[in-house]
């Protein structure tokens, strides 16, 4: 998050490994949300590289839907 200028506020649930990430974003910056969509796409990976996955209580949903299958 740091590396991307974009502010992030972390949460989850310990005792299942379940973390939820919260961007602080500013819709109506362009630069910014193309920075967004790569710290996006990072998170889900360094997750997927932990033998971890991209859903999680909440479902898939849209934005993940190309991930489920790795």
């Not at 005792?15 to 500013?26: D, P, R």
């Not at 997927?48 to 190309?66: C, I, K, Q, V």
Request: glycine share 12%.
């Amino acid at each position: 998050m740091e590396k991307a200028g974009v502010a992030c506020i972390n949460f989850g649930h310990a005792v299942f490994a379940n973390i939820h990430t919260g961007l602080q974003i500013k819709p109506d910056d362009p630069e910014e949300m193309k920075r967004v969509e790569t710290l996006i796409e990072g998170i889900h990976q360094m997750a997927l590289g932990m033998n971890g996955s991209t859903s999680g209580e909440h479902g898939t949903g849209l934005a993940r839907r190309d991930l489920l299958a790795k």
